[in-house]
């Protein structure tokens, strides 16, 4: 397996040097910003990718402050009480995108959120707690007990809610199929434990974060001169 050093130093010729491409790096947040994340907002964010998949992601964002409206701003416990004839009618509502499968997500998950809180205290204090060698596992708890979480859909949603994960994104894939690292299917459970672990080296590595090590993979492979 390559080493990061030579990754990085390859990310930053492409764009142009080492702090230019350290300047280009986000990273998430920490584990107490993170655990101070209310379950309405993680409930949120996983509806906002759920809804984003396979559509129009602006279309989506225009529309998010009426999804927040109609749905008491995603608090888990009155969605918990809606009954059926209000979900189906809340589904149909034409200030929001009126899917009633993606709609009905949103109660199902937020049982499941409801039932991490308890144990945890917050969802927020969950996903800090959770380890950054098994991010893996953390997409498949997603994927096995919420709904629609799967794929990209999860991962991405936590980028973006602050937890630290690394992205299986175009360019990170092609990094690792042209190393020869993988030769399968990029969501088999052989892929993704090899991927987990190359990340879990390369970590040790660097000291760097899961998001800022995939940025830099992304940047290091392929057409990717401009940004991931």
């Known amino acids: 397996m390559e080493k990061f050093e030579a990754i990085f130093a390859r990310a930053a010729e492409r764009k ?9 790096l986000s990273q998430p947040k920490s584990l107490a910003e993170l655990s101070a994340v209310g379950d309405d907002r993680v409930l949120s964010q996983m509806t906002k990718n759920v809804f984003q998949s396979g559509f129009v992601w602006k279309v989506v964002e225009n529309k998010w402050g009426n999804f927040e409206e109609i ?15 209000m979900l189906e009618r809340k589904a149909s509502e034409p200030a929001i995108i009126r899917n009633f499968n993606k709609v009905k997500t949103i109660r199902e998950n937020a049982f ?10 917050s969802v927020g204090k969950w996903l800090a707690q959770w380890p950054s060698n098994d991010i893996i596992g953390l ?7 919420g709904q629609r979480l799967g794929g990209n859909t999860g991962p991405y949603a936590l980028r973006t809610l602050g937890k630290d994960t690394f992205l299986l994104s175009r360019d990170v894939e092609a990094y690792f199929r042209a190393n020869k690292l993988i030769d399968g299917g990029i969501s088999s459970k ?16 660097s000291n760097l974060s899961l998001q800022e090590i995939s940025q830099v993979i992304a940047y290091s492979t392929g057409d990717n001169y401009l940004g991931i």
């Open 16 to 24: 142009g040097g080492d702090q230019a491409l350290m300047a280009l």
């Open 71 to 85: 749905f008491w701003r995603f608090d888990i416990e009155k969605l918990l009480l809606m009954p059926d004839e």
């Open 112 to 121: 499941m959120f409801k039932e991490i809180s308890d144990e945890h205290g």
């Open 139 to 145: 997409w498949s708890y997603l994927k096995k007990n």
């Open 190 to 205: 052989k892929s993704l434990n090899t991927i987990q672990c190359s990340f879990n080296q390369w970590q040790e590595e």
